[in-house]
């Protein structure tokens, strides 16, 4: 939303009108998004959907505050403007380094020491778990083992420290164990996507709401598998992506 010279529009039959039809409009986009939004079941395909009738409501919402702007030379306290801030009270406009803070009268603290009553709190919001699992052929082992050893030199730029514990086991990439450990180390998890002689199979992404965190524990009490569930087996599924190999 950007500023607008009041003089001009302010009070007139033009703006008037706009602001008429830019209402009439709001209601209709309200009706259209709040319909959209229940009969929806919250399955993925939703996703795009909301995103849809969110932008059409958002742009109506806008011309809505704009055509306001232009009749009365103040905004609704709508929060669509993340860069600009206005006085509701009495329809000034502010740049965001003039504002100070504001006490629970709506009025103006030169001194900016307002306190915040709001307590924070040490529980976080929500916990979450994250499972993924990328499955791959091995087409070519020869290609996956020549690899691990390109991954290994470039790791190591040449000769290993003779001091370093890891250097001596990967000297010899010698199996596919061994190459795979190499490729993971120097280029992370998501090596494996490129890596010659590997094909991708498929992938599954879960986000789980967690009820019981690793770091919560002691690292020999955490669980034999990465995917045994927690102390509630009834994990909530707040998001499941799933990728088809090409």
């Known amino acids: 939303m950007s500023e607008l010279d009041e003089d001009d529009t302010q009070w007139t039959d033009e703006a008037r009108e706009s602001f008429r039809t830019a209402a009439a409009n709001l209601v209709e986009a309200t009706r259209q998004h709040s319909a959209a939004l229940l009969e929806m079941t919250g399955t993925d395909a939703d996703a795009e959907a909301i995103a849809e009738v969110g932008e059409h409501l958002e742009a109506a919402a806008t011309t809505y505050a704009d055509t306001q702007f232009e009749l009365t030379g103040t905004v609704p306290p709508l929060g669509l403007d993340e860069e600009d801030d206005y006085s509701y009270d009495d329809g000034l406009y502010y740049e965001d380094e003039d504002l100070t803070d504001v006490d629970l009268d709506g009025d103006l603290d030169a001194e900016g020491d307002g306190e915040e009553d ?67 180390q120097a280029g992370g998890i998501e090596a494996l996507a490129d890596t010659p002689g590997l094909a991708s199979a498929g992938a599954t992404t879960w986000v789980l709401e967690a009820t019981d965190l690793l770091d919560e524990r002691e690292p020999e009490e955490w669980p034999e598998s990465p995917f045994a569930p927690g102390d509630n087996v009834d994990q909530r599924l707040l998001h499941r992506l799933d990728e088809v190999a090409s």
């Open 118 to 184: 709001v307590e924070e709190s040490d529980e976080p919001a929500a916990k979450l778990t994250v499972l993924h699992r990328v499955d791959f052929v091995v087409t070519d082992e020869l290609a996956v083992i020549q690899a691990g050893k390109e991954a290994y030199h470039d790791a190591w730029d040449g000769e290993p420290e003779s001091d370093d514990p890891d250097a001596e086991d990967a000297i010899d990439v010698a199996d596919l164990s061994g190459a795979l450990q190499q490729i993971q």
